[in-house]
T-cell receptor, first 113, second 114 residues
Framework: EPEVTQTPSHQVTQMGQEVILRCVPI?????FYWYRQILGQKVEFLVS????????KSEIFDDQFSVERPDGSNFTLKIRSTKLEDSAMYFC???????????FGDGTRLSIL | DQQVKQNSPSLSVQEGRISILNCDYT??????FLWYKKYPAEGPTFLIS?????DKNEDGRFTVFLNKSAKHLSLHIVPSQPGDSAVYFC?????????????FGKGTSLLVTP
C-alpha cells in the first residue's frame, strides 16, 4: 500500500540553526500538509499546500517556517532559526482531494538543544 | 482552543466486546470527520471517515456514528481485538472554511485485554 515517507526519523539541532524536514507524499496525491505534536499535547495543524502554493496556515506557522515542493516528489518544511519550543514530532500528510482522508507519515522527531 | 474534545483519556475493554470511543466538537462549520489510530513511534493511521450528510458509516468491524444536532460522533469497534490497542484520535475539518486543516482531539488510549 502506498505510504507517506519522512526523513530523517530523528533530527537533533542547535538552537538558532536552520533545519529542513523532508517528506515524500503518496504519488497521486495533490494536497499536502504539515502537522506537529509537542510531547503530551494534541496534533496541531501547521500548513496546507496545493497547486504549488499555501492554501492555509495556522498561527504557529510564522515567518520562521516555509514549505516547498522542489520537484515532483518531495515536500519540505524549513525552519529558519530554530527555538527550543520547536522541539516536537512533525508529521507530513497528503490526500487525493480536499475532502478525502489525509494519510500521515511516521514523523520526524525534532530535538532542539 | 479545544474545538474537538475526547473526554475519555483511556478505555479498557475485553477482547470480543464492543469498544465505543466518543468525540464532541464545538465548531458547527465542521462537515468532515475522521478517526485515526496511532501506535507509539508511528504516524496516525486513517481508519474511517464520515461527512456531515450521513449519520453512519461502516467499514468491517469499525462504524462511525455522527449526531450533528448534538455535535457528537462515536467510533464503535466490534468485536474488539488485542491488536486494536492503540491511541485513537478524532479529527474534524471545515473544508470550505479552513483549507482542509484537520483539528484533532487529544486522543483516547484503548486497551483490549484478552
Amino acid at each position: 500500500e502506498p505510504e507517506v515517507t519522512q526523513t530523517p526519523s530523528h533530527q537533533v539541532t542547535q538552537m538558532g540553526q536552520e533545519v529542513i524536514l523532508r517528506c515524500v507524499p503518496i504519488s497521486n496525491h495533490l494536497y499536502f500538509y504539515w502537522y506537529r505534536q509537542i510531547l503530551g499535547q494534541k496534533v496541531e495543524f501547521l500548513v496546507s499546500f496545493y497547486n504549488n502554493e499555501i492554501s492555509e496556515k495556522s498561527e504557529i506557522f510564522d515567518d520562521q517556517f516555509s514549505v516547498e515542493r522542489p520537484d515532483g516528489s518531495n515536500f519540505t518544511l524549513k525552519i529558519r532559526s530554530t527555538k527550543l519550543e520547536d522541539s516536537a514530532m512533525y508529521f507530513c500528510a497528503s490526500s487525493e482531494g480536499p475532502i478525502q482522508p489525509q494519510h500521515f507519515g511516521d514523523g520526524t522527531r525534532l530535538s532542539i538543544l | 482552543d479545544q474545538q474537538v474534545k475526547q473526554n475519555s483519556p483511556s478505555l479498557s475493554v475485553q477482547e470480543g466486546r464492543i469498544s465505543i470511543l466518543n468525540c464532541d466538537y464545538t465548531n458547527s462549520m465542521f462537515d468532515y470527520f475522521l478517526w485515526y489510530k496511532k501506535y507509539p513511534a508511528e504516524g496516525p493511521t486513517f481508519l474511517i471517515s464520515i461527512s456531515s450528510i450521513k449519520d453512519k458509516n461502516e467499514d468491517g468491524r469499525f462504524t462511525v456514528f455522527l449526531n450533528k444536532s448534538a455535535k457528537h460522533l462515536s467510533l464503535h469497534i466490534v468485536p474488539s481485538q488485542p491488536g486494536d490497542s492503540a491511541v485513537y484520535f478524532c479529527a474534524a475539518s471545515a473544508p470550505l472554511d479552513s483549507g482542509y486543516a484537520l483539528n484533532f482531539g487529544k486522543g483516547t488510549s484503548l486497551l483490549v485485554t484478552p
